[in-house]
């Protein structure tokens, strides 16, 4: 599969995150910024400490050794160590803290419209920049991966604060070559080329089927959790009497009366039969989800988010 990003001609590499790629609009650039700083004061205030505190290093490295004394587990007597010293010395081991979070976003034509002027995908851009910065602050690696039908941009994870401003800007001002969305062709990209274990944030609005398997196959290799981001459309039609609908992802246009009870009924009763679906995917894949709605304050589903995870590492 060829995949779609900002190369070195010469080299094929991808180009440095400098914040300052041509071509992109200068309030583009500057809506970046705004959200940084907002990310910045949300992380300074609340998150930095709840962050550091879930998401721990899963891993363990060789610290030192010394000696011996009763009451150690003799499991993690050093046998190599004692056969040259004729002494029993104990293993010793820190935590790595070197995590890789991977943000895995929907940008496909859904996530661009909307009745509001925000958009879900300015949302999800600001939420992702949260949890970036975060994880940049506790020295963790931080990748991203942009999808709609198909893989459209990947960023390999890196260190830096540098690297959260490409992060940003580029689901800010995504250029999708496919049209639709599927989830589960982003997972299996991200299995491809993600071999080590990683925190994926999966952040869509979870209106498209068929990615059951790759979920399950995606939660049990990383740590999945997924960020739900939609807006009231989404959920409830307006009693607006006729209307024509377009569909953001092929195009096709519908009227429908949604003054009609039963035509109003029919479109929520769908959804909520897809989110009844999804979160019982999630439940029994033991993924955690954020639910998050354009015009709405995020920082309460993250504080609940953090607080979950808290408990359950405490547990």
Known sequence: ????????????????????????????LQRVKLIEIKARRLVDDLFLGEYHAIFRGRGIEFDELRPYV???????????????????????????????????VDVSASQRAGALPRTKGDLAAEICAVLALAAI???????????????????????????????VREMLWPQPRTSGTSIGA??????????????????????????????????RRHDLIGIRVREPIDEALPAAGLIR??????????????????????????????????RLLFGQAGIDEIEVEVGVDYVPALLRFFRKRALAVAG
């Open 1 to 28: 599969m060829k995949l779609w990003s900002r190369t070195s001609p010469a080299t094929g590499t991808e180009s440095p995150g400098d914040g300052h790629a041509p071509g992109i609009p200068p309030e583009l």
């Open 245 to 278: 609908l377009a569909d953001s992802e092929t195009g096709a246009m519908m009227e429908v009366d949604s003054s009609s009870v039963a035509v109003r009924e029919a479109y929520a009763a769908h959804i909520r039969r897809l989110d009844a679906e999804r």
């Open 137 to 167: 602050r506790n020295k963790d690696r931080v990748g991203l991966l942009l999808f709609a039908a198909e893989p459209e941009l990947y960023i390999r994870p890196a260190n830096g604060a540098g690297n959260v401003f490409r992060v």
């Open 186 to 219: 982003a997972l299996q990209y991200l299995a491809d080329v993600q071999k080590r274990r990683a925190t994926v944030f999966l952040v869509s609005d979870f209106l498209s089927t068929g990615y059951s398997a790759s979920i399950r196959s995606a939660a």
């Open 70 to 104: 009763p009451g150690d587990d003799v499991r993690s007597i050093d046998w190599k160590a004692f056969a040259r010293t004729g002494e029993p010395f104990i293993r010793r081991y820190r935590e790595d803290r070197d995590l890789t979070v991977i943000f895995a």
